[in-house]
């Protein structure tokens, strides 16, 4: 299994800032993945966040709004930019371990943008 | 386009009962099947993973089958306890391509009451 420390857990913000959210991995993974969660809603994939390259972002996600770094194999950070109410959202940093694939997840940022 | 179904979206039993969720999916080509727990506000515990290959997997007193071909999955909870409650999300990895990517239910919101 691994471990994901992700920061800050919650956050109230100013429309028009941004917020960075850190994931930080207990090992080693190859590739790392944000999802946003609204509220009432499931899980939709933000972008997939390769160490050495650019994050491939789903649709309707872009690079603008939603800038990735990964620097190195247990490190990424997450940028929400430019925040109106509608990014009002928890947003999960997760990553697959070993040859089966199972995902983990950090325990979430809880962003409230006003 | 992969889409997961969750039913009921919430349920409501008493401490003791034994309960079943139910998952659906439209597409059966898929790597594995993980059903998660999420607390309010929080990330996502992995509970159990299924491989495409198996039809069951058990920890403690949860029982997840899957049946692929049908696209369907149950998660069974024994004699389910207050402590049991939250939001419990099905979600399938596809294969082929796209077998990092996860497609997530709504969930079922689980209360038990003492």
């Known amino acids: 299994s691994a471990v994901i420390s992700q920061k800050p857990s919650r956050d109230i913000c100013q429309r028009g800032t941004s917020l960075t959210i850190q994931c930080q991995v207990d090992s080693q993974v190859t590739m790392m993945f944000w999802y946003r969660q609204q509220p009432g809603q499931s899980l939709t994939l933000i972008a997939t966040?390769?160490?050495?390259?650019?994050?491939?972002?789903e649709s309707g996600f872009v690079i603008d709004k939603f800038p990735i770094s990964r620097p190195n194999l247990t490190f990424s950070t997450l940028t929400v930019s430019n925040m109106s109410p509608e990014d009002s959202s928890i947003y999960l940093c997760s990553v697959v371990g070993g040859a089966i694939t199972e995902a983990f997840f950090g325990q979430g940022t809880r962003l409230t943008v006003v | 386009k992969q889409e997961v179904t969750q039913i009921p979206a919430a349920l409501s039993v008493p401490e003791g009962e034994n309960l079943v969720l139910n998952c659906s999916f439209t597409?059966?080509?898929?790597?594995?099947l993980q059903w998660f727990r999420q607390d309010p506000g929080k990330g996502l515990t992995s509970l159990l993973l299924i491989q495409s290959s198996q039809r069951e997997q058990t920890s403690g007193r949860l029982n997840a089958s899957l049946d692929k071909s049908s696209g369907r999955s149950t998660l069974y909870i024994a004699a389910s306890q207050p402590g049991d409650s939250a939001t419990y999300l099905c979600a399938v990895r596809g294969s082929g391509g796209s077998n990092y990517k996860l497609t997530f239910g709504k969930g079922t919101l689980l209360t038990v009451n003492p």
């Open positions: 966040a390769n160490q050495g390259s650019e994050a491939t972002y």
């Open positions: 597409d059966s080509a898929i790597y594995n």
